[in-house]
Each structure stands twice: as structure tokens, then as C-alpha cells.
């Protein structure tokens, strides 16, 4: 049997690597830490939830987020919208409630009108139009320390710019979980569910 060759874009990539289990953590709170820019954001499910993140892993991630958006960052974060009998227990809406509040722009995935792609698994980082993660990362306690996960970061304008287009379209696609924050008003911070009284 013959394969015919495929077409596909090729990108030009630097610095690339494989970041195992709990590397991904590391590399991606190295890198919001650093972001100048923007910071975009697809993730299929990110569990916050006290009961669900004992090493308060994940809220590192969520903090260095709304840290980036202080700084004035373009930082938006398209999630999965995930069906519940209790949707005030959706994962994905419990973090969204405790970003949106920092000014993170967040919104949950909605499929454009007719499409048959009616899930969005993705799940990829782009920091400052030039850095990327894709992989099997979740943002949970599992993929953070449970689980075997492999993503690849790497650092190319031309593939960050691929994904940031898939990321706009999702974008414009996706609803509101919680109102837009203002833009250039200083964004009141709620208490920290979490935190002990």
C-alpha cells in the first residue's frame, strides 16, 4: 500500500522540549511568571476546587494567571464547558468564578452554529506570541502529580501564531461564564475561598 504524502503546514520551532508528569507545572509557572505580553489559554478542565487541589497546585497556576492580568496582560483562558446535574460544582465554572473577579477574561467553550464538533478537548498555553504547550496536561492534582502526562513546549512565532488564530476563533465562539471584567478599571479581589479565616 502507498501513502500519499500529506499536506501539511510545517513550522520552524526553537528550544523545543517534552515535558514529563510534573515538568509542565514547573516550565508553565516559569513561564506566566515571566509573560510581557499575553497569555492564552485552551484547557479541557482546570480543578481548583480546595477538596480537589491539596497542594494548592493549581491555584499557583490560577494566582500566576491574575498576577499576569495586574500586570496588564492580554490573559484570556477559553474552558470546556462540562455538563453537571450540579452545575455550581462544574469544575471549570468554580475556577472561572475565581478568575474572572482578577481580570482574566475566561470563557466556556461553545461549539459554532451547525458544527459537529460539539467537545473541545484542546488544551495549550501561548505566552507572549512566541512560547507554547500543548499536550495531555490537564490542570489538575492528577495530571500535576498522579498521572503519566506528556506535553512539548517549545518557542516559535509561526506556531504560536497557528494556535492564537484556533484560539481567537474559539474565542469568538465560546460564552461568557461570569460578565467580561472592565478592561482599564483596577479589578476588586474577592477573598480567597481557600484561605484559612
Known amino acids: 500500500m502507498t501513502m500519499e504524502p500529506l499536506d501539511l503546514p510545517v513550522f520552524a520551532a526553537e528550544d523545543a ?14 513561564r506566566l511568571r515571566g509573560a ?5 489559554v485552551v484547557q479541557f478542565i482546570a480543578d481548583l476546587r480546595p477538596d480537589a487541589d491539596p497542594h494548592r497546585e493549581v491555584r499557583a497556576v490560577a494566582t500566576a494567571l491574575a498576577h499576569a492580568a495586574d500586570r496588564r496582560l492580554d490573559v484570556r483562558m477559553v474552558l470546556s464547558h462540562f ?32 458544527s459537529a464538533r460539539k467537545d473541545m478537548h484542546s488544551k495549550f498555553v501561548l ?22 502526562e506528556q506535553s512539548v513546549a517549545l518557542r516559535s512565532i509561526d506556531v504560536a501564531a ?36
Open 127 to 148: 505566552i507572549d506570541d512566541l512560547w507554547v504547550a500543548l499536550g495531555s496536561h490537564n490542570w489538575t492534582v492528577g495530571a500535576f502529580g498522579a498521572n503519566h
Open 17 to 30: 522540549v517534552v515535558l514529563h508528569d510534573r515538568d509542565y507545572l514547573l516550565w508553565l509557572l516559569h
Open 162 to 197: 497557528r494556535l492564537r488564530s484556533t484560539f481567537e476563533g474559539l474565542w469568538a465562539t465560546a460564552q461568557a461564564p461570569l460578565p467580561e471584567p472592565p478592561s482599564a478599571a483596577p479589578v476588586a479581589r474577592p477573598a480567597d475561598p481557600g484561605a484559612p479565616a
Open 36 to 40: 510581557r505580553k499575553r497569555v492564552l
Open 83 to 114: 455538563v453537571s446535574d450540579r452545575a455550581a460544582l462544574e469544575p471549570n465554572r468554580v475556577f472561572a468564578r475565581w478568575l474572572a473577579p482578577r481580570g482574566v477574561g475566561l470563557r466556556l467553550y461553545g461549539p459554532r452554529e451547525g
